[in-house]
């Protein structure tokens, strides 16, 4: 009889080989890869974010344009307070994965820059970013510094100083339209073999969607999810050890 850790090390070394063998990978990463880094997620159903707000209140394009002081006293704290956090081993494994070949790309829900900072050079970031911000009138950007020192100076809602204009986040928000990252992101799966998922429930739309255009699909996330069933790997964990583990494997000789 096979011990856990046989079991876990078959299906690191199944993993491994499906990205080896495959023409094309590419990787879809959620909230939950980036919990080892204290970035806390959303939807866990009794440590995530929207079970102490509503999300469609303090993250909402609607009430960043009718009730700014609301957004800036409750919404943009959730931004800001991502700003000194660090990648852990997953960030880097997809990072390395893309700079060995492994994989193409990252396909990223997460707004907290740490595929960036741990290296990924190929990033499409389909809920947008906090390394800048941009004009609603003269579409001018900005370090995102700049939106933040407006704030804390009080100026509610922040002025671009080119045109005077309003600045605003470049992150998605609720009511927002999908960036143009998010078809950029499809058309890169249109040819693509092989999907691994990272920290995702696959349950939020159009994101969740995806999955659905690839035709393997190794799944990595501390619950279940809706494509379980079909992936053709699963490991209902945390994700930095996984993928520091499959990386592994993928350079041993």
Known sequence: MQSKDGVKM???MEAANLIKN????????????????????????K?????????????????????????YSNG????TDMADVKPNAGHIAIADMEKDGFVQGVITQNIDNLHHKAGSRKIFEVHGQTRTASCTRCGREYDFSILQEKVDA???P????????????DVVLFGDQMPVAYSHAVRELEN???LIVVGTSLVVAPV???????????????????????????????SGKVLQNIYEALNEK
Do not use: Q
Request: aromatic share 8%.
């Open 154 to 156: 009080g100026e509610i």
């Open 76 to 79: 943009f704290k959730i931004l």
């Open 10 to 12: 078959n299906k690191i």
């Open 208 to 238: 969740s969607f995806l999955p659905r255009m690839v035709k393997k699909l190794i799944i990595i996330n501390n619950e279940p999810t809706p494509y379980d069933r079909v992936a053709d790997v699963v490991f209902n964990e945390g």
């Open 22 to 45: 495959s023409k094309k990978t590419m990787v879809l990463t959620g909230a939950g890869i980036s919990t080892e880094s204290g970035v806390p997620d959303f939807r866990s159903d």
């Open 158 to 169: 922040p002025i671009c100083p080119s045109c005077g204009g309003v600045l605003r986040t």
């Open 192 to 194: 693509t073999e092989l």
């Open 47 to 71: 440590t995530g974010l929207w079970t102490k707000m509503d999300p469609a209140e303090v993250l909402s394009a609607h009430i960043m344009e009718k009730y700014p002081e609301k957004f």
